[in-house]
């Protein structure tokens, strides 16, 4: 793994922009291609194939926490475990989601799963993809992300209702959108009738207790760029339960169990020792170096970094009265001496599919964090 310094492409925003890549840069460079990781066909040969582990592993922890009824350690409201159970015993199939994984002298070990709403797909399966084409025609990516997600809506389409796929995401949030209108776009290629509505118009048919868009239009079918977290803790959270239409959610909520760090001392717990797994806890015991991490928590927020008995690097947030969970500390590599790169690994319909790299100046990765394209090379 090696990091090349390169000059951008000249007028590369208004190139981006013309691929739908509207948030590139907000008060700090979102999109960076001042520089590009370079991984070798063995490395990257190694990245899939933890990938692919790692996804299996998590199944088989879902599974287990389910059938021990371990939902407190998840902070899980228990008037919807029926909800997260059905969806688990039904097989509700999970469209994407991806693994934050450290690469350091050959190791390769997973920090956090982005399990119910992961961002950064756009720029990892279109925006990098292009600048490739722009530099190098002969070079190949580790990315497939777009053929697999055409795939996995084509395959998918056998079990929806019989009704438009509605895709939704909070208004406010041009990041969530791109990525929303992406995934529907990979819908409506695979051939399915689909339809936007943000989360904040989503209504509420009383008479026929079923959710309803702005046309008044049942919701039956819906991918939400929108946490399980926050829907089971909005005001209308009862009506999930309400619902005469079952509606079909993507991602399903057994994704609960998956998308809450709890996940990671349960992993710890039944794969110990596991090459791609950091020991994990829901108390720091004795390690000399960890990572507090709040269970629920998004974009680095409220992490602290903790090596023999000092703090040495902390993020602020609103984070942490769910509980927080401890992981051994595993430094990401450093380039230059302040360039710290966190692999995101893409798992879609099952089957990993390709990375795209948050940057970084500090050991936290946080929103303030770089996409940096990659390439394999030798």
Not at 72 to 92: G, T
Not at 257 to 264: E, F, P
Not at 265 to 288: G, I, Q, R, S
Request: aromatic share 14%; proline share 6%.
């Amino acid at each position: 793994m090696k990091r090349i310094e390169i000059t951008p492409r000249q007028n590369w925003q208004h190139g981006v922009e013309k691929l739908g890549f509207g948030f590139h840069t907000t008060n700090v460079p979102y999109w960076d291609e001042s520089a590009y990781y370079v991984f070798t066909e063995h490395e990257i040969f190694s990245i899939e194939k933890a990938t692919q582990l790692l996804w299996k592993l998590c199944l088989a922890a879902v599974e287990n926490v389910i059938e021990k009824k371990r939902y407190p350690l998840f902070a899980i409201p228990e008037k919807f475990i029926p909800l997260i159970e059905k969806s688990w015993n039904e097989d509700h199939p999970s469209i994407y989601a991806r693994f934050d994984l450290a690469f350091n002298n050959g190791k390769i070990k997973m920090l956090e799963f982005n399990a119910d709403t992961p961002t950064s797909l756009f720029e990892a399966s279109i925006v990098q993809w292009f600048w490739l084409k722009d530099l190098d025609e002969t070079k190949d990516q580790f990315n497939s992300i777009h053929e697999k997600l055409i795939g996995c809506w084509k395959y998918l389409g056998a079990y929806l209702y019989p009704h438009p796929l509605h895709f939704s995401c909070v208004k406010q949030s041009l990041e969530d959108l791109t990525n929303t209108e992406y995934l529907r776009d990979c819908a409506i290629q695979a051939g399915l009738k689909t339809k936007l509505v943000f989360i904040d118009d989503i209504g509420w048919n009383k008479e026929q207790q079923v959710f309803a868009d702005l046309e008044n239009l049942p919701v039956k079918n819906i991918f939400k760029l929108y946490p399980w977290e926050w829907l089971i803790t909005d005001e209308f959270s009862e009506n999930l339960l309400a619902d005469k239409n079952r509606t079909f959610w993507i991602e399903p909520a057994w994704k609960m169990i998956l998308s809450n760090k709890a996940i990671l001392p349960v992993l710890w717990e039944l794969f110990p020792d596991h090459p791609n797994l950091l020991p994990a806890y829901f108390e720091a015991h004795d390690m000399p170096e960890y990572v507090r991490k709040p269970i629920l928590s998004r974009e680095g927020a409220n992490v602290s970094i903790m090596l023999h008995g000092k703090t040495v690097e902390s993020s602020a947030g609103e984070y942490g009265k769910e509980g927080f969970i401890y992981q051994e500390y595993f430094p990401l590599p450093a380039f230059n001496g302040h360039h710290f790169p966190l692999i995101g690994s893409w798992v879609i319909a099952q089957e990993a599919a390709g990375i795209g790299i948050r940057e970084s100046n500090q050991l936290i990765t946080d929103n303030s964090s770089r996409f940096i394209p990659h390439l394999i090379g030798h």
